[in-house]
């Protein structure tokens, strides 16, 4: 997850992190990403069941719950589970995670025992009863999915009408005053509708989006073809980063995201550098040292409906194991998992360009999952890493020395 309005915008610099000695139970969310200690932020599938068909789920969501789902006791021990652990943040997502007949339970259950607890909506299902609930019993933040523009969102959605709920349930998590965000994967048919997406951003007030670099898993071939090349990967970013910095300079100050290309930090590195923003580009170098990029399997993870744990939630062809099984803490501190505890240490592991880039250290080598997808190899080079041979040659170790 790299924070484009954090660094591109100088909203947060090395020394706002000191105060908080950098620790998973002391930071706030919007600086996790720089934790020390790396406690996993974990996104719980907890329900395969979802009211929408969208032709970019990662998930495989269906009409109906799986049959092997997480039966009532094991969804609340899971959350004690991983409260024990230490755990900061439960990222409630499905399916459609207000499908799940047990949801204000959790997420009041997780807000009791110290953990943040954040919901990933398609927003069909929130009402203002809902919202209101979810204020009462702490949820911190919801984000609703949004794919484009009306007839855009429809299409990748599957259903005629799914763009105006979503602008509702916006609407209604605001009368709730719940924290509200939008969620928008980046594809070949709606990236011509980002800068429309930020034209709505703030006309609307809403406080935060995250761009998220679409992952082909390979099981859908519509995935394929939705892919952005590494030009067009390349643009969106600069248009993202220009978008935002307009806002900042109207004096609206979003929290704007983007998430699974660790390129993306070292490319604002760069880019602030062209501009001569020298200064600030040191800035952004210490942060990103400080977040370590691609951090799956490390400071994030993923548990699906039944229990078994991912790496992260795109990456669901490696099972570390099952919570019906262990703890969470003895799956996620399993030694005998040689990737597992690879991933804890992979710039160790990386090979090809991703070995030799002279961002390896802020990167952290992309995103594993996509590596592997591609060439079945979680250690290959990440395929949507957009950067130059030029922008990563050892060549600019001479830059990056002189900032240590």
């Not at 400080?290 to 669901?316: A, C, E, K, T």
């Amino acid at each position: 997850m790299i924070g484009v309005s954090k660094l591109y915008c100088g909203v947060v610099e090395p020394s706002d992190l000191l105060r908080y000695r950098r620790l998973s139970a002391e930071l706030p969310s919007h600086l996790l990403q720089f934790s020390e200690d790396k406690k996993p932020v974990i996104a719980w599938n907890i329900t395969r069941a979802c009211n929408l068909s969208c032709i970019h789920c990662y998930a495989s969501a269906t009409a109906e719950p799986a049959e092997d789902e997480l039966n009532r006791q094991e969804t609340l021990a899971l959350v004690q589970d991983l409260a024990d652990f230490g755990v900061p943040v439960i990222l409630f997502s499905g399916g459609e995670p207000l499908f799940h007949p047990n949801i204000f339970e959790l997420v009041e259950l997780a807000v009791k025992n110290g953990t943040r607890a954040v919901l990933s909506t398609n927003g069909l299902l929130l009402t203002d009863k809902r919202a209101q609930r979810l204020r009462e019993i702490g949820l911190s933040y919801v984000g609703i999915s949004l794919d484009g523009l009306e007839d855009r969102h429809d299409h990748m959605r599957g259903r005629v009408g799914a763009f105006k709920l979503a602008m509702k349930a916006i609407d209604t998590a605001k009368r709730a005053k719940l924290k509200v965000g939008l969620r928008l994967t980046i594809t070949k048919s709606n990236q011509e509708d980002i800068g429309q997406i930020f034209d709505l951003l703030e006309d609307e007030g809403i406080p935060r989006i995250c761009f998220y670099h679409l992952v082909d898993n390979g099981l859908r071939p519509e995935l394929a073809a939705e892919t952005l090349t590494l030009e067009e990967t390349r643009k969106a970013v600069d248009l993202i980063a220009h978008r935002t910095r307009l806002l900042y300079q109207k004096g609206l100050r979003p929290e704007v995201l983007t998430v699974d290309n660790p390129a993306d930090g070292p490319y604002l590195y760069l880019k602030l550098r062209q501009e001569g923003l020298f200064r600030e580009a040191d800035n952004v170098l210490e942060l990103l040292r400080l977040n370590g990029g691609s951090s799956s399997g490390h400071g994030v993870g993923s548990i699906s409906w039944n229990g078994l744990v991912y790496p992260d939630q795109f990456w669901r062809t490696r099972v570390l194991g099952s919570i019906r099984e262990k703890s969470f803490e003895a799956i996620w501190h399993d030694s005998s998992n040689d990737l597992l505890m690879k991933l804890k240490d992979k710039k160790s592991h990386v090979t090809g360009r991703c070995r030799e880039c002279s961002f390896l250290e802020m990167c952290g080598g992309g995103l594993r999952a996509r590596a592997d997808f591609a060439t079945n190899d979680p250690w290959a080079p990440d395929p949507a890493c957009y950067l130059t041979d030029e922008e990563i040659s050892l060549n600019n170790g001479s830059i990056l020395a002189a900032e240590m």
